[in-house]
């Protein structure tokens, strides 16, 4: 079983900064990405960023390039991103999720269901 768990979420005013944490634990499994997603009432799971594991290049949404910064620690199966610059259209549950490798495939890190396992999510709120 797997299980990934975000933390760092909070209420905060607009120009703020927040970091979200994702931990992964249980059964052991090679890690190909990692992204972050977020999710408001009445509209579809929208990509925010994401990071391969391995080579470590990074992806952002167009909404959030610039401000928000995605990063691993491989050893310990952890990831963050670091939110600057907040505005109340940030405000969503933000969900951590993770695709793991597997030969000869081939993903789209942009899309939710190229990815295996996701977390409970961590509600962000930003006043403005």
């Known amino acids: 079983q797997v299980q990934l768990v975000e933390s760092g979420g909070g209420l905060v005013q607009a120009g703020d900064s927040l970091r979200l944490s994702c931990a992964a634990s249980?059964?052991?499994?090679?890690?190909?990405?990692m992204g972050w997603f977020r999710q408001v009432p009445g509209k579809e799971r929208e990509f925010v960023a994401a990071?391969?594991?391995?080579?470590?290049?990074?992806y952002y949404a167009d909404s959030v390039q610039g401000r928000f910064t995605i990063s691993r620690d491989i050893a310990k199966r952890t990831g963050s991103l670091e939110m600057n610059s907040l505005k109340s259209e940030d405000t969503a549950v933000y969900y951590c999720a993770v695709r793991e490798f597997r030969p000869r495939s081939q993903a789209v890190d942009t899309i939710p269901g190229e990815y295996d396992y996701w977390g409970q999510g961590t509600q962000v709120t930003v006043s403005s």
């Open positions: 249980g059964r052991t499994f090679m890690i190909y990405t």
């Open positions: 990071v391969r594991w391995t080579d470590g290049n990074t």
